[in-house]
């Protein structure tokens, strides 16, 4: 009788351990759920704002395209309205914004910030190396790999040939091209400083999922 009562409360033990573990589970992924469904509605008001300033027009038959942005020599600037270039430094959850990236494979639309930190990184992707969006030069943007599909964790999908699309804040819209992927060790960056022929290029960095290594995209201009 008495082994039987040391037993019954054992097992009543471990039920109250198992509900709480259950309810704690179902608390974290609601929280997740919760704040991941606000923070992608600030990110889409943030960057349809975004686009409205610059008098871009969204088109689901070319992908947001006001415009030929494929060559460099022949870049349409967004007007804003009275024939002047709207060049708007606009900030997103208290970060300047430099522009947008897109990446029509993996689903990724977001601000690229400037700013190197922690903070700035778990916010969106990053300005971290180079002159900027679209200017001559290379370009690094980083993200972070939450390994959810949110920011740059789907990278590992992106192959050769696939496009990316960046804004600027003076309204132009580039479109690249991927030409080069791989992986290597997160100390070597030298992949950052490289000779892009006089154009603009853009190389996309984020982690493995195991963050033993890191996942290098570059791309360039489309012709």
Partial sequence: MFIDSKYSKLLTILLVIVIIGIVGLLAFFGYQVFTGYFSDKDKDEFMADYRNT????????NNNITGDFNLITNIAQVGSGDGTTSNTVKKYKGFAVLGTIEIPKTGVDLPILDARTTKALNTSCILQYGPGPNEVGNTVIAGHNYRNGKFFSDNYKIENGDTIYVTDNSGK???????????????????????????????????????????????????
């Fill in 54 to 61: 610059l008098g871009i027009q969204a088109d689901d038959n």
């Fill in 173 to 223: 819209r580039l479109k690249y091209v991927v030409y080069n992927k791989y992986q290597t060790t997160p100390e070597d960056a030298d992949y950052m400083d490289r000779d892009t022929a006089g154009k603009p290029e853009i190389s996309l960095t984020t982690c493995t999922d195991d963050s033993k290594a890191r996942i290098i995209i570059w791309a360039k201009l489309a012709k």
